[in-house]
């Protein structure tokens, strides 16, 4: 399997994580994780979050550990998790939902992008935290 590197500049790296692979933790399949295919690009390589197994989406990688700290310690100021869902007919534009999940924090943003017959695609940001299944909790 191959990861597409979308931008690589000072050592921070963007890959196009598709379905089905496994950004890090127990491995559950024979496919290669993430982080090992970051590794083959970089040998110090580490990846710098996860995302879900069957999700898509950009991962960030470091090519040491320098820049894995830089992006750990300011993932909130230069990062924004954006996710796209459909759904049936909300009754709502825009909508911020702050429901705790497991007693934990969690704040998701909604936005309408656009509305046809009975559905809508909708733009879900994770304001606060990335509870396992947090958009589909609070939608």
Known sequence: MQVDVLFEKNGILALNKPAGLISQGPKTSSLPELWELVRSHHPTGHVAHRIDQFTTGINLAGASRHQIGYLMSNWHTITRKTYLAIIE???????????????????????????????????????????????????
Request: hydrophobic content about 35%; some cysteine.
């Open 89 to 139: 007919d909300p009754y709502w534009v825009e909508m911020l939902v702050t429901n705790p999940i497991g007693g934990k924090s969690a704040s998701t943003f909604f936005r309408i992008i656009e509305h046809d017959w009975s559905y809508a695609l909708v733009e879900c940001t994770l304001v606060k935290n990335g509870r396992t299944h947090q958009i589909r909790r609070h939608l």
